[in-house]
């Protein structure tokens, strides 16, 4: 079992890590190149690329759990073990650690030309924005949480419409891109509160690199402690999304799988 969750962790561990460049670095090439290297749908896109090619992946070995708050409820509903879980979380924080410190790599120069050496959460030269999600000026704490709640109860809401087998599932080989997608839908519809993090391992691993590579803990305390509401919104939007799939989809899917149950029985016999 335990080749099963090392197999597990260095999936997620590379897959992560994957996913995670492609979104960082396209924020990093926003805010460093000023405007002039790409806009806000720039990083829609790259994040939706990223999960679409982390999706296709990791789909085989973990089921592509790249999302800790989905992989926490999986658990809860009792789909995976706690050991599993570890094994998921483990390698969703590492790759996400690692990925944040490679695009910190990739635009050390630029970083640094941008900031002046001087490495801060808010200001006209914040740059822990590259890195983690922040709230936009206007909005309360009460209004971010919603934000990431709801974002996060569509984003399952919409994972288990294309993957209900017994409902109209999309076809294997489209799940990945129809997944991408729903991030791009999630980021071009509901971003501009919070910065859809929608994933507490898309947000506070970055988050412990950045405090640990010069920015210090301010990325903790700035915006009034913002930084657990990233973490706490998208577990509590999970459960929320699953429960309302149950009772206003799965449950009347219910006969049909009885049946898939029963034909599973006798070809496992």
Known sequence: QSTTATRILLTLLSIFLFTQVFGLS???????????????LSINMAFGIGVTLGVYAAGGISGAHLNAAITITQCILGNISWRTLAA?????????????????????????????GN?????????????STYPAPNVSVEGAFFTEFIATLM?????????????????????????????LGIGLGMGLNTGYAI???????????????????????G???????????PILGCLAGVFIYKVCIDFHNQPAHETEKEQAGTETS
């Open 119 to 131: 490495l801060t959460v808010s200001g006209p030269t914040a740059t822990a924005q590259i890195f």
């Open 155 to 183: 984003l399952i809401l919409g994972v288990l419409v294309i993957h209900d087998e017994k409902n109209n599932a999309a076809a294997k080989g489209t799940q990945p891109i129809l997944t991408g997608m729903l991030v």
């Open 26 to 40: 396209s924020v990093a090439q926003v805010v460093l190149g000023k405007g002039n290297s790409g806009q806000y």
């Open 88 to 116: 998921y979380i483990v390698g969703q924080f590492l790759g996400s650690f690692m990925a944040a410190a490679t695009v910190f790599a990739l635009y050390y120069d630029a970083i640094y030309d941008y900031t002046k």
């Open 199 to 221: 994933n507490p391992s898309r947000d506070l691993p970055p988050r412990i690199f950045t405090a640990i590579a010069g920015w210090g803990t301010d990325v903790f305390t």
């Open 223 to 233: 915006e009034h402690s913002w930084w657990w509401i990233p973490v706490a919104a």
